[in-house]
C-alpha cells in the first residue's frame, strides 16, 4: 500500500489530503491529475514497435504502400495504419521524417472504393432501389454500414457520377 496526496501536492501533508492506495490507484491518479503523462514512442511500454519501424511505416505510406499492406506487414491494425496516414498517431516521427526528407504528408489510401472495380460499384448503386443494404453488402462482402453510407451518397462518389451520367444519357422510358 501507499501513500496518496489526494491534490497532488505533495508538500500537503493534511491528513484529510492523504488516503492509503495500491500502487495501481496511486499511479492512476497520477496519470488523471497530470502529474504523470505516458511516455512517447518506444519509450512507452504499450508501442508495439521501435521508432525506426515506425519511421520506416511513415516511409511506406509516404511511397504508396496500402493501410492493409503496412498492417500486415508491422502487425498493426488497418485503422491504427490510417491513424499514422492522416498524422493522427506519431506525429513527433512524422515531424523527424519531414525534417529528413522535406516530406510532410502521405498519399490518401484508395480505401474500400479502389478495391470494388467501377462497373461493380455503379451496378450496386442501379440497385439501390430494389434490394436491402444486407443484400447488396452479401454481394461484395463488405459491412452494411458500407452500403448506407454509398446509399446517402456519402462515398463512391466517382461510382456516383457515373450512374448519373449514364442515368441521364439513356433515360428509361415510361
Known amino acids: 500500500m501507499q501513500i ?19 500502487p495501481k490507484q496511486n499511479m492512476s491518479h497520477a496519470v488523471e491529475t497530470g ?6 514512442g518506444q519509450d512507452n511500454s504499450m508501442s508495439k514497435l521501435t521508432d525506426h519501424e515506425y519511421y520506416q511505416v511513415i516511409d511506406r505510406l509516404v511511397k504508396g504502400a ?30 523527424k521524417y519531414a525534417d529528413a526528407t522535406g516530406v510532410s504528408e502521405a ?14 460499384r455503379v451496378d450496386i448503386i ?9 443484400e447488396l ?3 461484395i462482402d463488405v459491412d452494411c454500414s458500407v452500403i448506407s453510407n454509398v446509399r446517402y451518397r ?10 448519373d451520367k449514364r442515368s441521364n444519357d439513356h433515360p428509361e422510358r415510361e
Not at 500537503?12 to 492509503?20: A, H, I, T
Not at 502529474?35 to 512517447?40: D, I
Not at 491513424?83 to 512524422?94: A, M, N
Open 4 to 22: 496518496n496526496h489526494k491534490d497532488g501536492n505533495k508538500s500537503n501533508n493534511c491528513l484529510s489530503n492523504l488516503e492509503l492506495v495500491t
Open 35 to 40: 502529474l504523470k503523462k505516458g511516455l512517447p
Open 66 to 95: 496500402s493501410n492493409d499492406e503496412v498492417s500486415k506487414e508491422y502487425g498493426l491494425h488497418p485503422r491504427y495504419v490510417s491513424l499514422i496516414r492522416h498524422k493522427k498517431r506519431l506525429i513527433r516521427i512524422w515531424e
Open 107 to 120: 498519399p490518401k489510401s484508395g480505401g474500400l472504393s479502389s478495391k470494388i472495380p467501377l462497373d461493380i
Open 126 to 134: 442501379r440497385q439501390l432501389p430494389s434490394k436491402t443494404n444486407k
Open 137 to 139: 453488402a452479401r454481394m
Open 154 to 163: 456519402k462515398t463512391w462518389k466517382d461510382a456516383w457520377d457515373l450512374f
